[in-house]
């Protein structure tokens, strides 16, 4: 179970990252974000974000054309 | 590893290259990266304060469509790359100076201040600088 959710299906490209990050400032270091999304470069930019940011992407996973992340804050 | 700084000489005022520099701005931003926005030329028209999105945005036919399918305002995406990471907006001074117009003509909040190229130039030598 995360600590947070941000719903961000339907949400155009970068506003799924601007709010994940927006979204993250609200976790406590070391809790948990899940961040659900159709943007369909969602996948690989979620995987750069976390790289550039230095959180870990723990999960990534598809349904069909909707996508899930888990993200756990790292500093 | 920290990324090189970013600097971005915005001189267009159309629709689709304000879109993609306030896109690569605050993704950068919100990405741990420092990025500077130098806004000259027809770009600094497009941010004149409270300008309604049918006269701030001029573009052909992708601005239709960004404007048909909602994507974010360039100016949200700014603001919200301000709040969450490293972004500066300066506004070219000899372009506010060929204007006629003060700081106070631009969207408030948005901007660090006025400077010259100069400068710009100078403070982007260290970084990674794209052109719109």
Known sequence: MADQVLDAKGLNCPLPILRAKKALKEVPVGGTLQVIATDPGAVKDFEAFCRTTGNDLVESKADGKVFEFLIKRTA | MESKPLYILLCSGEHEKLQMAAMIASVAAVSDRAVEVFVSMNAVVAFAK?????ERYHGGTFSKLLTEKRAPDPM????????LGSLKLWACSMALDVLAWEMDRLEDDMFDGALGLTKFLSDAETGQFITL
């Open chain 2, 50 to 54: 409270d300008a309604p999105a049918a």
């Open chain 2, 76 to 83: 949200v995406l700014f603001r919200q790359g301000r709040e």
